[in-house]
Every structure is written in C-alpha cells, then in structure tokens.
C-alpha cells in the first residue's frame, strides 16, 4: 500500500486547525463543518430567521478562496458544467438537510468522533453506507453526464461571490450595528473564532484540500471502486490528529450523552447521513469537496452548494433540522422523499446499452 503523504498531510492539518478553531471561539466540536457553515450563512443573508445559526462564516469563503489560488497555481483552473445543474441542485438540497438531521457534514461527523462523541458512530456508519450505495450506482454504469468548457467568468463567478460575502463580513466586523448581514447574538451562531484566523485556516484548508484531493466520499468510495486507499489515509490522519489535539486542549469528553450540538437518536443519525451520503456520492462529492471544486472553476459544484444553501434555509424555515432534544417532527417526511429522490436518480440515470 503506496503512503498518501500529501492526503496525509492535508488531514494533518486539519485535524491541527479544526480544534484549534473551537479553542479560539467555533462551536465545540464543530471546528469546521461545511454543512452548519452553510446553515449559518444562509441565516446571516435572511434566507432563514433562526435567531442562533445566523453568520457569515469566515473558513468558508477561505477554503473556495484558497483551493482558488492553488488550482491558479498548479495550472488546474479549468471552467467547466452544464451536468444535470438542477438533479445537483437538488442532491445538494437533500444532502444538506440529511446532514442537519444528523447535526454536521462527513467533516463534523469526524471531528465529533475525534471529540470523543460517540452519537457519531451511527451518522458515519450511514454516511459509509450511503457513499457505498452511490458507489454500487456507479460502477452499474450510473452518470449525470459529462460537464462542458465554460468561459473564465463562468467559472469565477462563485468565487466572486465568496469574496464578495467575505467582504461584507469584514464590514459587519467594522460595524455591528449594519443591518443588511444579521449575526446571532447567542446560541451556535455567536460562537466563532476570529475572522482573520479563521480565514487564514480556511485558506490553507482549502489550498491543501485541492492540491491533495482530500474528500471523505472519495475515502470510502475509491478503496470499493478503485482499490485505492491513499484519501482514507488523510481522513484517518485527520481523526488521529484532531483526538490527539482536542485531548492536549481539553477537549476531549468521551461518551454518548450529553455531547455539544448533537443528539442521541441513533436511528435518525444513521438515517440523516444516509442520505446525506447518497446525494454526496450521486453528486460527486461532499460539501467540502464541492467547494474545492467551485473554487477550480466547476459550475457543476456551485450549483450543488446553490442547493445545499436553500437546504439549510428550508430546514430551518420549515423544522427539519435537529436540535440537541433531537430531531424535529418534520425530519422523517423531509428524509423519506429524499430518500426516493435520490433512488429515482441512481435508477434513472444509469447508462443505456
């Protein structure tokens, strides 16, 4: 088995950085999650209302920027979609809303493990059987299609508005008052490291990330499909090192109950990142993965974040997402269609003889 250095290096340093970030002001076991970032910046624009999960998130816009420049770099910006953008648009909406069910993307799952939150074992085993489910689609020939050239401006134009929020961010900071950006005053939102250093990560996440091909969908789907282990070896790393970071801060609280901002409902963490991860392996990857891809240019990705930014307003505007006292009465109906959503697009998108 060949060593992924650069996988492993990548996940090195983001299992440094995430509980780092909590050290300095993230929610607790929640160092970087793309799903609940997105939660949080849909809030902070007024897609949703939920007073707690509203603000711009820093490490966001710093991972798009940061896979930006090193794609510039590494001659790897290459403007590209027109793949089924609303089949995307929708395996981005449902996936974020399992991931709330859930209560954190593949990232957090880990990061909550790497806290001691033993609630995430059942959220990663439906997460794994999710991505392997996608992945049995896969190799029967399943596909949205190719994506096509596009111009330069096509391809920055997510990346323009990731700049254009982080600016907006650095004027809330100079302006509390400005009411065009809401910001939570407590619960989850108002916690946060700040801005410059949790921009800084984001951009060295985000620069690693691309150049590694760091991706826990691809962990678990390359060594099924490909026999190929290098990306789980940089998410192994990313656990280990966050355990070790999180026990020499303190951080560590080994247990099921209580955990911060998760629940104990096995069946519905299972189920939540089940279909979380069915539409990251139908979609091509997970929410951390596709804001890599937007920032190489990939319209195909910005659209699925498109989605994964309704999902998370939907789920608040509409309760589907879970709470510490576990999951909300609308959950299962939002799961269980998709769910069939995404059967139908494995089913149907398969390759004709």
Sequence with gaps: ???????????????????????????????????????????????????VVQYLRPEIFGIVLGAFA????????????????????MLGFFGIIGALVFLGCPWRALLRLAGGDLSAIAG?????A??????????GGYSLGRS????????????????ALLAFAFVKLSDPEWSLIRESAKGPGSNHAPLVLSLVAGLLIGALFQK?????????????????????????AALVVAALMNIALGQFHLGFAPQPIAHNDWLWNFLGMLLAGLCFGLGGG?????????????????????????????????????????ISVNAPIAVGIGLIFCLCVGFLNRAKE
């Design 148 to 163: 096509n050239n596009m111009s330069h401006f096509a391809g920055l134009v997510f990346v323009l508005l990731m700049l």
């Design 130 to 139: 999710g991505i392997l489910g996608g992945s049995f689609f896969v190799r």
């Design 70 to 89: 090193s794609a510039l770099v590494f001659r790897e910006f290459r403007p590209r979609g027109g793949s089924a953008p609303f089949v995307r648009f």
């Design 1 to 51: 088995m060949r060593l992924a250095i650069l996988p492993i290096l990548a996940g090195a340093v983001f299992g440094i950085l995430a509980p780092l970030l909590v050290f300095l002001g993230n929610p607790p076991n929640m160092g970087v999650c793309a799903a609940c970032f997105m939660r949080d910046i849909s809030g902070a624009v007024g897609l949703h209302s939920a007073a």
């Design 286 to 326: 997970c929410p951390g993965r596709q804001l890599i891809f937007s920032g190489e240019g990939d319209s195909d990705a910005a659209v699925f974040l498109l989605g994964g930014f309704v999902g998370a307003a939907m789920a608040h505007n509409f309760a589907l997402a879970s709470s510490p006292a576990g």
């Design 212 to 236: 590694s091909r760091f991706c826990t969908v691809a962990a678990i789907r390359d060594p099924f499909l490909f026999k190929d282990t290098r990306i789980l070896q940089g998410v192994l």
């Design 124 to 128: 990663i085993l439906g997460l794994i």
